[in-house]
């Protein structure tokens, strides 16, 4: 019977994808290439060849440090690992070495299975198996399987129905065994993905909850003890995998507040949506992916097409009626009760915000939901075991069932689907790289901060060396300024920076500035698909050269007219916002030095800057913030040591910049003592460069006058930028009420790549010896604030 089924439910996952059972060697999985599912093959390759060839890196936890965003540690906790489906997938693959037929198999098989791990359920507690087709079928081909196809890590859904049937199990016959069954399938479906396994915690918690009150044994001690035992069973088994995950949380400060839940939750609409592809309701348009009108969130994106099915619902329906006065009556809570969970949390902090933000608060790994969207498969889950329990229940003739499983059926089915080629297994380029003996990594141009990056990652799966490109869910917090300082790779920040990285090779599409001459490091080795691959030798000449685009300093700072002591407070008022109130306060502070604020080099400091931010409470509901910002700097006005604490919500970042002026570099980490090691991330600093805390202070030692300009260069958290002022005016304005006499100033910021809106910034500085900032106007992306003087001190 279970291989019957097995076949059936294979059947269906080959129908829901197809063709691609015809392509499985050819083509790719997914709607896309370049991005996610390119992410997930290099991460299945990474998996699999870890297995293969070194499995005690796979068990010492060394595979997490991957070869990509060279040279951050533990690059494989940026997304997903996939480490448990590339063990079972490794067979195959050191048999056939076709890395697109292990991902196609493995995403077929995953379908396949999570319709079988829900008939096991559904099988269990209803005794019908015409029950467990249809929740199978309904678990295994719902809309949300088709619009994820290019997220190969969320078809693992093959052990959640298993953790349920285990504590409805465990429920029953209260065993020290069952209790550990549960824990261990509970371990099995957080492995499998770490994004389902805080849905699992909740799934446990909320069935638990309820099939201890729907049962009579919520004050039954024995019940509950073998739940904390499962919760230590699992807790055990998933910690060597969520260990680095934490160290990567701690260290770069992944997480995400309410404000960017909120962007990537659900609505009631994304349960009426289904993709383009699906045969009836999409190429239909009757429930296709609708554009937003005026002044709406666009909700045509994957995580928005999620229509369960008619007949799903209406069999839900009938089995919470017919079941709620049964004997599967807590069977039937548990499950209303995940599906409302489901419900409520999907729609994310702008559903039943107090939930959603106090299970924020108090579940380990709830933060790292991007897209809160996807607890729908809890609610999914509530469904489809009352679906079964509809049709056992009602006890319908084989025909009416066989009826509606065909209705449901249709409901799913795809239209052909058009999938995407297979990246080569191997290129030219790979190959030379791989056999060429001299060790070092390797830079790809263009180097990107977005998907055009992960085609290289699965070119680098061929030569196993280190890459300095990376595409994942997460970013180091290094990446953007380093893609900044190689935009122009034949630049001296960029060839200072490839120094300092230790790249040795360096895979163009164009022929570098420069190559093959004495000052230039870039020596081309050979040309593969249609490719440069240039080695960088460095010489004296070479490294002499770094010093040639040296540019004199900015003029030196006049007399401050700031003292220890001085502290500017603000409020912050959203400028033609939703409401005239006000956002947060800013504090700015002259402070005295202490220990530990010395440079890289250990010159101590002559100032140190601070700055404060705090939201308001109102604002604090969706986007909370109390963030320091800490600036050491010498006799001149130049950052020494930049520290920041980001307290935003739950996501903490500390991190520090340790600047050389000398040397002419900036390292960073996240303690002062990790920034001045001699391991430490290092980049270029422009002579003469301010941070954004030194710059404010040493504009105000400057002689202003209407119509004078200064220019000098800004190293931001190690992104180099221009900082271009200009003396606009003398205005009066209003401060406090009374009207006062200030200088207009208008900074403007200038990146060599400008990936957005630029910042628009205009400081009104007291007329007299103080150069007090009187108010200060921000406008960027996120619209226009204004800062209002309400206290100084000196």
Same mark, same amino acid.
């Given at each position: 019977m279970w291989m019957r089924a097995a076949g059936l439910y294979l059947v269906a996952a080959v129908a829901l994808t197809w063709p691609l059972a015809t392509q499985l060697t050819s083509h790719l999985g997914a709607l896309e290439g370049a991005g996610d599912p390119y992410l997930n093959l290099w991460i299945l390759g990474t998996g699999m060849k870890a297995w293969l060839a070194d499995p005690g890196a796979v068990l010492s936890g060394r595979v997490f440090d991957a070869n990509i965003f060279h040279p951050a540690p533990g690059a494989l906790t940026f997304s997903d690992h996939l480490l448990l489906q590339s063990l079972v997938m490794a067979p195959l693959y050191a048999v056939t070495a076709n890395l697109a037929l292990c991902? &196609?198999?493995?995403?077929?098989?995953? $379908?396949?299975? @999570?319709?079988?791990?829900?008939?096991?359920?559904?099988?269990?507690?209803?005794?019908?198996?015409?029950?467990?087709?249809?929740?199978?079928?309904?678990?295994?081909?719902?809309?949300?399987?088709?619009?994820?196809?290019?997220?190969?890590?969320?078809?693992?859904?093959?052990?959640?129905?298993?953790?349920?049937?285990?504590?409805?199990?465990?429920?029953?016959?209260?065993?020290?065994?069952?209790?550990?069954?549960?824990?261990?399938?509970?371990?099995?479906?957080?492995?499998?993905?770490?994004? !389902?396994?805080?849905?699992?915690? $909740?799934?446990?918690?909320?069935?638990? +909850?309820?099939?201890?009150?729907?049962?009579?044994?919520?004050?039954?001690?024995?019940?509950? @003890?073998?739940?904390v035992l499962a919760a230590v069973v699992g807790g055990v088994l998933v910690a060597p995998v969520a260990w680095p995950y934490w160290q990567s949380q701690q260290r770069e400060g992944f997480g995400r507040n309410l404000y960017e839940a909120a962007a990537h939750a659900a609505s009631?609409?994304?349960?009426?949506?289904?993709?383009?592809?699906?045969?009836?309701?999409?190429?239909?348009?009757?429930?296709?992916?609708?554009?937003?009108?005026?002044?709406?969130?666009?909700?045509?994106?994957?995580?928005?097409?999620?229509? %369960?099915?008619?007949?799903?619902?209406?069999?839900?329906?009938?089995?919470?009626?017919?079941?709620?006065?049964?004997?599967?009556r807590p069977v039937v809570v548990s499950a209303a009760v995940m599906a409302a969970v489901g419900l409520v949390l999907s729609l994310g902090p702008e559903g039943v915000r107090p939930l959603y933000a106090w299970t924020a608060d108090h579940l380990f790994g709830f933060q790292a939901i991007r897209a809160p969207a996807r607890f729908a498969v809890v609610l999914m889950l509530g469904l489809c075991v009352l679906a079964g329990v509809g049709v056992a229940q009602a006890r319908l003739k084989t025909p009416l069932v066989a009826?509606?499983?065909?209705?449901?059926? =249709?409901?799913?089915? &795809?239209?052909?689907?058009?999938?995407?080629?297979?990246?080569?297994?191997?290129?030219?380029?790979?190959?030379?790289?791989?056999?060429?003996?001299?060790?070092?990594?390797?830079?790809?141009?263009p180097l990107t901060l977005d998907r055009e990056n992960s085609p290289f990652m699965v070119q680098s799966l061929e030569?196993?060396?280190?890459?300095? &490109?990376?595409?994942?869910?997460?970013?180091?917090?290094?990446?953007?300024?380093?893609?900044?300082?190689?935009?122009?790779?034949?630049?001296?920040?960029?060839?200072?920076?490839?120094?300092?990285? &230790?790249?040795?090779?360096?895979?163009? /599409?164009?022929?570098?500035?420069?190559?093959?001459?004495?000052? @230039?490091?870039?020596v081309e080795r050979t040309r593969q698909d249609h490719q440069l691959i240039y080695e960088l030798v460095w010489t004296p000449e070479s490294e002499a050269a770094l010093d040639e685009g040296a540019v004199a300093e900015p003029p030196l700072p006049g007399v401050p007219p700031f003292k220890v002591g001085e502290q500017v407070r603000?409020?912050?008022?959203?400028?033609?916002?939703?409401? *005239?109130?006000?956002?947060?306060?800013?504090?700015?502070?002259?402070?005295?030095?202490?220990?530990? *604020?010395?440079?890289?080099?250990?010159?101590?400091?002559?100032?140190?800057?601070?700055?404060?931010?705090?939201?308001?409470?109102?604002?604090?509901?969706?986007?909370?913030?109390?963030?320091?910002?800490?600036?050491?700097?010498?006799?001149? $006005?130049?950052?020494?040591?930049?520290?920041?604490?980001?307290?935003?919500?739950?996501?903490?970042?500390?991190?520090?910049?340790? !600047?050389?002026?000398?040397?002419?570099?900036?390292?960073?980490?996240?303690? %002062?003592?990790?920034?001045?090691?001699?391991?430490?991330?290092?980049? %270029? =600093?422009?002579?003469?460069?301010?941070?954004?805390?030194?710059?404010?202070?040493? +504009?105000?030692?400057? /002689?202003?006058?209407?119509?004078?300009?200064?220019?000098?260069?800004?190293?931001?958290?190690?992104?180099?930028?221009?900082?271009?002022?200009?003396?606009?005016?003398?205005e009066v304005i209003t401060v406090g009420g009374t009207q006062v006499l200030a200088l207009r100033i208008e900074p403007r910021f200038v990146a060599r790549v400008q990936r957005r809106q630029p910042i628009e910034s205009t400081v009104w500085l007291s007329d007299d010896g103080r150069r007090v900032p009187l108010a200060i106007d921000v406008a960027a992306g996120f619209g226009r604030v204004r800062l209002k003087l309400v206290d100084y001190r000196r």
């Open positions: 991902y &196609n198999l493995l995403l077929i098989a995953s $379908i396949a299975l @999570s319709g079988l791990a829900m008939h096991a359920l559904v099988k269990g507690v209803t005794a019908s198996t015409p029950a467990a087709l249809v929740a199978g079928l309904a678990w295994a081909c719902w809309p949300y399987r088709s619009a994820h196809l290019l997220h190969l890590q969320l078809q693992s859904l093959y052990f959640l129905p298993l953790v349920l049937l285990a504590l409805y199990r465990l429920a029953a016959a209260r065993r020290k065994a069952g209790a550990a069954l549960l824990g261990l399938v509970a371990a099995l479906q957080a492995i499998s993905s770490v994004y !389902y396994g805080v849905m699992t915690a $909740i799934v446990l918690a909320a069935g638990a +909850v309820a099939v201890a009150w729907s049962s009579g044994q919520w004050r039954h001690r024995r019940f509950w @003890s073998r739940v009631l609409q994304s349960y009426t949506q289904v993709p383009p592809d699906n045969l009836f309701y999409g190429r239909s348009g009757l429930l296709a992916p609708r554009a937003p009108s005026a002044g709406e969130r666009d909700r045509r994106h994957v995580e928005h097409q999620m229509f %369960p099915g008619l007949v799903l619902l209406g069999l839900a329906g009938l089995g919470l009626w017919l079941g709620w006065r049964s004997a599967a009826l509606l499983t065909a209705v449901m059926c =249709l409901e799913y089915t &795809n239209a052909p689907l058009t999938f995407v080629l297979a990246p080569p297994a191997s290129t030219a380029t790979g190959r030379w790289l791989a056999e060429n003996t001299v060790p070092g990594a390797v830079l790809y141009l030569h196993g060396r280190p890459i300095v &490109n990376g595409y994942s869910g997460q970013r180091p917090s290094f990446y953007t300024s380093l893609v900044d300082a190689l935009a122009a790779p034949a630049s001296v920040d960029a060839r200072a920076a490839l120094k300092e990285l &230790n790249v040795r090779f360096i895979v163009s /599409p164009e022929s570098l500035a420069g190559a093959g001459d004495a000052p @230039s490091p870039f603000y409020d912050v008022e959203w400028v033609n916002g939703p409401l *005239d109130l006000t956002a947060g306060q800013i504090t700015l502070s002259v402070v005295a030095p202490e220990a530990g *604020d010395h440079s890289a080099t250990g010159e101590p400091p002559a100032w140190v800057f601070e700055v404060a931010m705090d939201t308001a409470p109102w604002v604090s509901r969706f986007f909370e913030a109390h963030d320091r910002f800490r600036t050491a700097a010498d006799v001149a $006005i130049r950052p020494l040591l930049h520290q920041r604490a980001l307290r935003e919500g739950h996501r903490a970042v500390d991190r520090v910049y340790a !600047y050389d002026h000398v040397g002419r570099r900036v390292s960073s980490g996240d303690s %002062p003592a990790a920034a001045r090691q001699p391991g430490a991330l290092t980049l %270029p =600093l422009p002579a003469g460069a301010r941070d954004a805390l030194t710059a404010l202070w040493y +504009v105000r030692t400057m /002689p202003l006058t209407p119509g004078s300009t200064l220019a000098l260069p800004l190293n931001e958290a190690g992104r180099n930028l221009a900082l271009n002022v200009t003396v606009a005016a003398r």
